[in-house]
């Protein structure tokens, strides 16, 4: 099938910078020796997650139960849901328990270990237990300087319903930087924080067995890992145009963009109407500590080009010169390069896959929570 | 069915809100001799398009071709499509219009009119076609004051593929408006310019059967509608935070909500985590313009509780003051209030209809496009 030949907006996943991707993050690990766990949350499909796995690797990290059951259906025997558990959840996080060879859960609140073993008690069952780790970017983790900390990673190990597998971070203020010398400090940040906490809990006589970190940015940038067992990066697959703009990969590196039909010219305001909003990209401002003004995307091969103003189901593009409509005629297709790829790919029920201009594949992606 | 039995996060219809919104936008069209077409793209639900229409006013309005297709199968017979038609949805357009008792489309480009006449000359169809018209928001529609506006009418009423319904616009700029003084000045806008070109049209010998304008803002607040067929509000049937902020509602009357758990405490950061953060409430901003700090949403019946921070599945609310952790355990529920609920709703693969604090129905809306 042609590109032409889909209704717009529809999401395109482009296969050979796709698969360039996945090989570089996988000689990545390998040269460095740590296991890739990679965060399937940014495409959610079974086909990307076999690829960017192996015999020997094949561990995969989840955001959503609706994930691990989809990847579970799929035939994945190793899923860490890399969200903090709740009472409410832990029913289904035992039935994944008792039906994959490993489901990993985390948690950070005392009240929350306490709920796991009341709940595994209760139900003769043992939950494989990571301490989530605060490693500077105050969204979810112990702050490992606090006894309190220790403490619970302790209880963990100490519990009878809790297999204590290691402690877990996520350097999300890699995604506050501006530019790779910023994300290498975040990276060394992340990786001694982690090693010095995993030091600490050791010396202490608490079995630490898994050090795991992981941000796309951070992972792609960190000079070494001394000390780390396995790194967690997803959005790598595709990257998107924050990643390209902070210098996590180039332009022509991203191997996700909407196809969308240019659907009218309004010359008066130096503007185009294309059939791509925020149904079909979210309203994510991308790198916006970056930039002087707001942009939804970018555009495929034309960086004149801006994406100004989304609603529902219409985006509007400018230029700060005179657009050449004429290169850009009525019926005509442009693909945007998504602020968050993550994001975009979530609002799209399938995947088009891409090679040579021609769609040659269909994915369905996992949904809902 | 209890709330807390939902999985979370969850996205909530309180039932006596809704139907309470619907009434009194169908109370304000027949007060006002108006027609209610009312945009279903909000909800995208068969049982909420049921509620607004009637069986002497079945119209509804949809933003995708996916809609109009569900709303076909599911009995309804009067649908326009109110995103501008281009060349590659023609196919699809035509099955609609065989298969429907009334299916309307718009266009604003003459290169669109030509593809529509070509269309219909090689398939023997004949389209019913409004002319969409720009009455100051500037995103898409004729210039209503310039000589090709009026041709380009004049092409549609005299084709022979086209039967020419009118025109239509949508005053989006009222949600750039910060009370409801200045949204009347709009709604006055949005009236006086489609009449006077409506006029003008007649004047000219064009036939323009219906003139069909707005927006949740202005048809609240429109002080008459002499001269206008019909009204297309849909975000009404809802609300959310940025209707309340802008005086279309109460916060009180916001019909929908997303139920979140709390899944974690930071007293050192004053933060509390939530499971609802992009992919459950989308990244808009709401009503930005009013605001001095930035937030994803309202917490239902704690305004002074900040949703200050959301990234894929992660949400974060703070306060000016510190919060009081005992009021909102780990475990317990929250409802936020979302910025835009057409964009939160959209994220949802199923609704819950909620009476009196329990879970009476679950309603499926359309996807895609």
Redesign the interface.
Known sequence: MKL?EL????FLVDLPRLKANVQKMKDRARNQSVSLRPHV?THKTAEIARMQTAEDSPGITV???AEARFYQKSGFEDITFA??I????LAEAADLTANLKFFNILL??P??FS?VETFGREHGITFNVFLKVDCGY???GV?PSKRESVQLARDLADSDFVHFKGILTHA?HSYHCHNPVEVIEIAEQERDVMVQFASGLREDGVVCRTVSIGSTPTAGHAPDWHGIDEIRPGNYVFFDKFQADIGSCQTGDVAATVLT??????P??N?M?I?AG???L????GADHLEDEIAYGGVWEHPDLKLF?I????G?ITANNPIAFQEF???SFLQIIPNHS??TA????EYHVVENNRVIDCWIPA???
């Open positions: 032409e209704k717009t907006p529809a949350k955001s959503t139960l969200f903090p709740t009472a409410n959840k950070d609140q009240q929350t709920a105050h969204r979810a702050d999300g039909t240019v659907v009218a010219h309004y008066d305001h503007q109407l059939d925020a149904l079909a979210s309203k994510d401002l103003s609603s529902q189901e219409h509007l005629p009525v019926g993550c994001l979530a609002l799209f029920p949904r809902g929570w």
